[in-house]
Nanobody, 122 residues
């Protein structure tokens, strides 16, 4: 299974970005899918997850600003990010867990993309 992220870039505070993650070698509907991020000098944190039944969960810092979604026909995962803040700056990673219920910790995710950088300036 391969995951390829895109859509990162530089944006001013208050702006928006949409990240994409194309999955190959497996069907997106089989997995728990997630977005994670890691800022310089910090631990990687969960941003959002979506189960095989489209149940979503968000990290507290991004609630009401970010939206995770997926399109089965194109095997693509998305992260819509609005009202971006400088503290959202990080490398964003897409990941897949073969256990589709999203009940496990970050370490349970089996497949990871290479990441896409998001930089938010004040």
């Amino acid at each position: 299974v391969q995951l390829v992220e895109s859509g990162g870039g530089s944006v001013q505070a208050g702006g928006s970005l949409r990240l994409s993650c194309v999955v190959s070698g497996g069907r997106i509907s089989w997995y728990c899918m997630g977005w994670f991020r890691q800022a310089a000098g910090k631990e990687r944190e969960e941003v959002a997850t979506i189960t095989n039944y489209n149940i979503t969960r968000y990290g507290e810092p991004v609630k009401a600003r970010f939206t995770i979604s997926k399109v089965k026909s194109t095997n693509t995962l998305y992260l819509e990010m609005n009202s971006l803040k400088p503290e959202d700056s990080a490398m964003y990673y897409c990941a897949a867990d073969v256990s589709p219920g999203c009940r496990g910790p970050q370490s349970s995710f089996d497949y990871w993309g290479q990441g896409t950088q998001v930089t938010v300036s004040s």
